[in-house]
């Protein structure tokens, strides 16, 4: 079996979708306790850099506003709206 790649170094895309298949695993019960245990936890690490990855990215995204002059500027997009 090959060493799952850092965390860190995983993108979102392939964080989620390692996550994805853990979650498989784990609803399949195919794999010994131990296994198990350690997939969990490796699943807890991936769902926490998801979110990290998910926060850094809405920090990124603004919006952009026009006012009544026709004058386009951007502006932080407000999560609370």
Request: charged share 35%; aromatic share 2%.
């Amino acid at each position: 079996m090959t060493k799952p790649k850092p965390i860190e170094s995983l993108n979102f895309e392939e964080a989620l979708g390692e996550l994805e298949g853990i979650v498989r695993n784990l609803e399949t019960a195919q794999i010994p306790l131990e296994d198990s245990i350690n997939a969990y936890e490796r699943g807890i690490s991936l769902k926490k850099h998801c979110e990290t990855k998910l926060r850094e990215a809405q920090a990124k995204i603004e919006k952009i506003t026009v006012d009544k002059d026709g004058a386009v500027s951007t502006e932080p997009l407000d999560a609370q709206e």
